[in-house]
């Protein structure tokens, strides 16, 4: 594709050595910012000395209820996720690597206006090799720290929106929209992008908490996957497509072929071994393989479609069906994805793992909530004895919680004394302001100056001294998620190749 080639070898030794030292510079740059934010912290703190027990600004100690397994298991694994993603991103071979030997094959079977779309995003990784890599390396661990720190209110969503907007990015520009427009997609091969499914993890972790502690956002996060399996069954199924054929025209089928080109890539002998047998084993009995796919994902998709009335009726066959897809999943990962990131081009460890996080959140957020609400009730049962006794003590109560009423008494000598009866020895009609305007700021002055209050120095450094561990790791991962957008987005505005690329073409152009 025009602009996804720069000329270059993919282990360039001059960009490799330039993409080398671009991630050192800014991995020092990084640790300054953590360094530069924890100590802001730390001195807000020593400053203002909050008492013992004082949360942070995610909330005082209790205030959020503990987080729901489902979500946290998406914002964990997802997190964890993105972090190996960045890792994978600093191989020396995917500055130049990336664009012609990853994205632009992915994109060559699609329609050409997804191809144009793709080169558009490709080309300013091709004229800028050290800052693109560079820089998707931070994003992606920003975020992966991010996700992984921050555990609940407006950090840990704001979070999950990032998480799902970067994928979105990925998704359209790296794997070509999934794939999802190119002949031959199928669910064993990853479609529709292992991406789509990182981007529907950060949507759900965005979600305020309220969605995630009742059972319909389970049951809603099970019946798309449902619909999602169903349908590739039916793509799977379709005939003319070449799945149910091990051999075609002489040669291996769409499978075998996908599979026997995995075995090549540089990687542990048991794997590309254990890849060879699958394809040995799909060329000779390519019929039974496509038939166990295609009722294995059937069967999947009227489980969880069903998975409302089959919890309710039989919750057993539903904890089966998510064992047994789980041992689909990972078979598949391994015998036909082939683990997806060898190769020294690997972005990700394909589709399979982030799909299990995916049912595995959902299954949680079903489950919990209609099995754990007896074991809340049956608590409380107890105390109904007591409660009993307790109303003898409650009935001499309440002669008691009369006397305590003029209590009231001082509450009402916070009011100025003076200021009331000088409100009511005056005109009745004008006491009324003069009482509002004495004690209370007038309500269009009031919410400007909340607003700047906030933002005064001595409400600074109460709020960063008050804030929690938590909420200073999420703010520096969002500056080093700052530290790659930033160069991303100069990249992206320049028109012009790095001197980069052709010094590495033609040499140093002096001695």
Not at 126 to 140: E, L
Not at 192 to 202: D, E, Q, R, S, T
Not at 323 to 336: Q, R
Not at 457 to 475: C, E, K, Q, Y
């Amino acid at each position: 594709m025009p602009g996804m080639n720069s000329g270059l070898e993919a282990n360039d030794p001059v960009v490799v050595a330039a993409f080398r030292a671009a991630l050192i510079h800014q991995g020092i740059f990084a640790l300054l910012i953590f360094g530069l934010v924890s100590a802001v912290w730390a001195a807000a703190r020593w400053r203002l000395a909050p008492p013992r027990g004082t949360a942070g600004r995610g909330g005082p100690a209790g205030a959020w209820a503990a987080e729901p397994a489902g979500r946290r298991l998406l914002r964990l694994g997802f997190g964890l996720l993105w972090i190996f993603d960045g890792m994978l991103q600093a191989q020396p071979a995917m500055a130049v690597g990336l664009p012609s030997q990853v994205i632009a094959p992915e994109a060559a079977s699609s329609p050409l206006w997804v191809q144009h779309v793709v080169n558009w995003g490709g080309t300013t990784w091709s004229y800028h090799p050290v800052q693109a890599a560079a820089a998707a390396v931070w994003i992606q661990v920003g975020i992966g720290i991010w996700l992984m720190a921050a555990a609940d209110g407006p950090w840990s969503r704001l979070a999950g929106l990032a998480g799902a907007g970067w994928g979105l990015v990925v998704w359209v520009f790296g794997e070509s929209l999934g794939g999802i427009f190119a002949p031959g997609l199928t669910w064993l091969s990853g479609a529709p992008g292992a991406v789509a499914f990182y981007c529907a993890a950060g949507v759900l972790i965005a979600l305020p908490g309220r969605y995630w502690r009742t059972p319909g956002l389970g049951r809603a996060v099970l019946a798309v996957l449902g619909a999602f399996f169903a349908g590739m069954a039916v793509l799977q199924a379709w005939p003319g497509r070449g799945f149910w054929q091990g051999v075609s025209r002489g040669g291996p089928g769409p499978l075998a072929e996908m599979t026997s080109s995995m075995a090549q890539t540089p990687q542990p002998g048991f794997l590309a071994a254990s890849v060879r047998a699958f394809t040995s084993f799909d060329e000779a009995h390519g019929f039974a393989v496509n038939l166990f796919v295609v009722a294995a994902l059937a069967a999947f998709g009227v489980a969880l479609l069903a998975a409302r009335w089959v919890q309710t009726a039989r919750p057993g066959v539903l904890r089966n069906a998510i064992v047994f897809l789980t041992v689909f999943c990972l078979a598949d990962w391994v015998l036909v994805q082939d683990i997806g990131f060898f190769g020294g081009l690997g972005t990700d460890p394909n589709s399979m793992i982030p799909l299990l996080l995916l049912v595995i959140a959902g299954y949680l957020a079903l489950v919990p909530a209609r099995a754990g609400q007896p074991a809340k009730t049956l608590a409380p049962a107890p105390t109904v004895v007591p409660a009993q006794t307790v109303a003898p003590a409650q009935t001499v109560a309440p002669a008691q919680t009369v006397v305590p009423v003029p209590t009231v008494v001082p509450a009402q000598t916070v009011v100025p004394a003076q200021i009331v009866a000088a409100a009511q020895t005056t005109l009745p009609g004008q006491a009324v302001a003069p009482a509002q305007t004495a004690g209370a700021v007038p309500a269009g002055t009031a919410a400007g100056e909340g607003w700047r209050n906030r933002f005064r120095p001595a409400a600074l450094r109460r709020a960063i001294g008050a804030a929690s561990g938590r909420s200073v790791v999420s703010a520096g991962a969002v500056g080093v998620i700052l530290l790659g957008a930033v160069p991303m987005a100069a990249a992206q505005a320049s028109r012009t190749a790095d001197p980069i690329v052709a010094e590495s073409i033609a040499g140093p152009s002096g001695p």
